[in-house]
């Protein structure tokens, strides 16, 4: 998440100037930030497993 902020930080800095340069760079930080959550999200789903123990129960 991090490393999509600031990617997206420094993406966002090369547009524009003044204030719109400004926006762009938060505007990039954030959505940077949101993608890079939303990538690890997905990762870490796909290291999950699920594992199913039986054992015998005696009335």
């Known amino acids: ?3 999509g902020g600031v990617a ?3 993406l966002g ?3 524009g100037s003044g204030k719109g340069r400004t926006l762009a ?3 990039g930080a954030v959505g940077g930030g949101y993608a890079g959550k939303k990538i690890q999200e997905n990762q870490q ?3 999950t497993h699920v594992e199913r123990r039986c054992h ?3 009335p």
Do not use: C, P, R
């Open 1 to 3: 998440m991090a490393i």
């Open 8 to 10: 997206g930080g420094l």
């Open 13 to 15: 800095n090369q547009i």
């Open 25 to 27: 760079t938060v505007a």
């Open 45 to 47: 789903a796909k290291n």
């Open 56 to 58: 015998e129960v005696t």
